[in-house]
T-cell receptor, first 113, second 108 residues
Framework: DTEVTQTPKHLVMGMTNKKSLKCEQH?????MYWYKQKAKKPPELMFV???????INESVPSRFSPECPNSSLLNLHLHALQPEDSALYLCASSQEGRGLGYTFGSGTRLTVV | GQQLNQSPQSMFIQEGEDVSMNCTSS?????WLWYKQDPGEGPVLLIALYKAGELTSNGRLTAQFGITRKDSFLNISASIPSDVGIYFC????????FGAGTRLTVKP
């Protein structure tokens, strides 16, 4: 299995909703990442987990809450989002160390209404 | 923070032509990664570079890690229509930050 699987592929949520994005990989990668990508922009790093521990938080607002329950799963919990949070949310994984083998999922297209 | 500049922003070329794009940084890098992103998909890693002067090929793609450790080049030879997409360089930490991207259009 050489894939990163993200669910759901599309999500529409209201500003008062609570939802979660899920990411799963079975490549034995011990580093997992969340990125946010707005239209016609590059992916922006949000969070990095290394060996299930949060190692980088790029000053992301607290309405985004990451969770890494085990080495294969990464969640992003969403609460009280704003319309400007609408974007493509990408998950990636890699082996620890030199960043070998970065693999991205296809993303979740999030729309906040 | 570290500045990462990618150019050109976009390119329109004829099928069969060679393509070159580059990234520069304001500080020394230890890692350069090159990705391609197709519409509606996540980026796909093309080439990873870890040593100054390193030249690495992947099919028709060739990338080089500049000797000053502040730049990198990606070349695509004999372009084909499926080369269309956005190409990103990525740098520290450990290749996690992306340049602005080069949007490539290939005309048949």
């Amino acid at each position: 299995d050489t894939e990163v699987t993200q669910t759901p592929k599309h999500l529409v949520m209201g500003m008062t909703n609570k939802k979660s994005l899920k990411c799963e990989q079975h490549m034995g990668h011990r580093a997992m990442y969340w990125y946010k990508q707005k239209a016609k922009k590059p992916p922006e790093l949000m969070f990095v987990y290394s060996y299930e521990k949060l190692s980088i938080n790029e000053s992301v607002p607290s309405r985004f809450s990451p969770e890494c329950p085990n080495s294969s799963l990464l969640n992003l919990h969403l609460h009280a989002l704003q319309p400007e949070d609408s974007a493509l949310y990408l998950c990636a994984s890699s082996q620890e160390g030199r960043g070998l083998g970065y693999t991205f999922g296809s993303g979740t297209r999030l729309t906040v209404v | 923070g570290q500045q990462l500049n990618q150019s050109p922003q976009s390119m329109f070329i004829q099928e069969g032509e060679d393509v070159s794009m580059n990234c520069t940084s304001s500080s020394i890098f230890n890692t350069w990664l090159w990705y391609k992103q197709d519409p509606g998909e996540g980026p796909v890693l093309l080439i990873a570079l870890y040593k100054a002067g390193e030249l690495t090929s992947n099919g028709r793609l060739t990338a080089q890690f500049g000797i000053t450790r502040k730049d990198s080049f990606l070349n695509i030879s004999a372009s084909i229509p499926s080369d269309v997409g956005i190409y990103f360089c990525a740098g520290p930490p450990r290749g996690m930050r992306f340049g602005a991207g080069t949007r490539l259009t290939v005309k048949p």
